[in-house]
């Protein structure tokens, strides 16, 4: 593991450790919105740098869109934060984090569903997207 690896592991840690301390606060089955605002002010006590709402320009085929993406949080410019307030995670909630991974060229992005018993239980950690890429066919024949 080298040494950015750790920071990001470090940096992770910290942002779950956040959305922890809302869960813990105000417990399931409030708006997305809601768990969205509170994590961003036990982020602000963490000095940790977030952005809501950050817009990143896409291309199709190298050509500029006119679209954006809009992340619900990025975290000191480097971790793509996904909040969900949903009954149950599905996996286009996990392709959704890894297509915004790709995208944004970020190294990590935690998976948050605040409407779970416990954040743990509704927690997804995704990192480095070109793990999750499929292998080309015919690979390794």
Known sequence: MTRADVEI?????????????VHRTLGPGLLESVYRECLLVELGRHQLKTECGHA??????????????????????????????????HPVHQAQV???????G????PLLNFNATT???????????DRYAKAPPNAGT
């Open 98 to 104: 890894i297509t915004h991974l790709k995208l944004t």
């Open 119 to 129: 954040l743990r239980a509704g927690l997804r950690r995704l990192s480095d997207p």
């Open 56 to 89: 990143v320009s896409l291309a199709y085929k190298g050509e500029p869109i006119r679209s954006r993406l809009v992340l619900d949080l990025l975290v000191e410019d480097c971790v793509v934060v996904e909040l969900k307030a949903v009954e149950c995670l």
């Open 9 to 21: 592991e470090k940096l992770t840690e910290a942002i779950i450790g956040c959305a922890i301390e």
């Open 106 to 109: 970020c190294p990590a992005g």
